[in-house]
């Protein structure tokens, strides 16, 4: 079984903090991503990797940065977090056809 | 510019009854595509996939209908439970150009009531 994980089910940060959500994967997959869902917004894409230092920009990466120094881990960093990055975090990896997710991370920015 | 797009955003069907969930596309290179189911305070799992080379896939009460000329799939779920009880989202990504993203819809919240 593919397994995904995310550091934190529940973080709680201050405006103007640098948040660090950590997501590590079992199967070796090349391909991990940073999605976050809103509301009536659904998945929308942060950011991706398809290998070790590698990462491209998705549809919404302003306000966030990612690093990949190691194949099951993909690290999504908001540089200094702001009430409108509260949001439902998810990570995913993916080889072939199907992607796996995290469980999520619910992030409050107060 | 929203690529993948489910028009409802909530569906209410008895139990025992069909539910049809729909998503349009608009993007011609998009050859494979998925349908997640997510819980509350869960990540999504993974329910059906289709190809573009079919039509129809079909996984025990799931169905997946592709339209290609219309750019359009749906999801059949019969018959229904209240466990089917979830926020439905399709995905599409272009596997054939090494295209690896995973582009997602806006979600369906379906209700099966008992």
């Known amino acids: 079984d593919v397994k995904v994980t995310q550091s934190s089910r529940y973080l709680v940060k201050r405006t103007g903090e640098k948040v660090f959500l950590e997501c590590v994967q079992d199967m070796d997959h090349e391909n991990m991503f940073w999605y976050r869902q809103d509301p009536g917004l659904g998945l929308r894409l942060i950011y991706f990797s398809y290998d070790v230092k590698m990462k491209e920009k998705g549809d919404i990466p302003e306000g966030y940065s990612v690093s990949r120094e190691k194949k099951e881990r993909f690290s999504l960093i908001l540089e200094s977090a702001s009430t409108n990055q509260t949001s439902m975090y998810l990570c995913?990896?993916?080889?072939?056809?199907?992607?796996?997710f995290g469980q999520g991370t619910r992030l409050t920015v107060v | 510019d929203q690529q993948v797009k489910q028009n409802s955003p909530s569906l209410s069907v008895q139990e025992g009854r069909i539910s049809i969930l729909n998503c349009d596309y608009t993007n011609s290179m998009f050859d494979y595509f998925l349908w997640y189911k997510k819980y509350p305070a869960e990540g999504p799992t993974f329910l059906i996939s289709?190809?573009?080379?079919?039509d129809k896939n079909e996984d025990g009460r799931f169905t997946v209908f592709l339209n290609k000329s219309a750019k359009h799939l749906s999801l059949h779920i019969v018959p229904s439970q209240p466990g089917d009880s979830a926020v439905y989202f399709c995905?599409?990504?272009?596997?054939?150009?090494?295209?690896?993203?995973?582009?997602f819809g806006t979600g369906t919240r379906l209700l099966v009531s008992p």
């Open positions: 995905a599409a990504s272009a596997l054939n150009t090494g295209f690896q993203k995973l582009v």
């Open positions: 995913a990896s993916r080889r072939g056809t199907e992607a796996f």
């Open positions: 289709i190809s573009s080379i079919k």
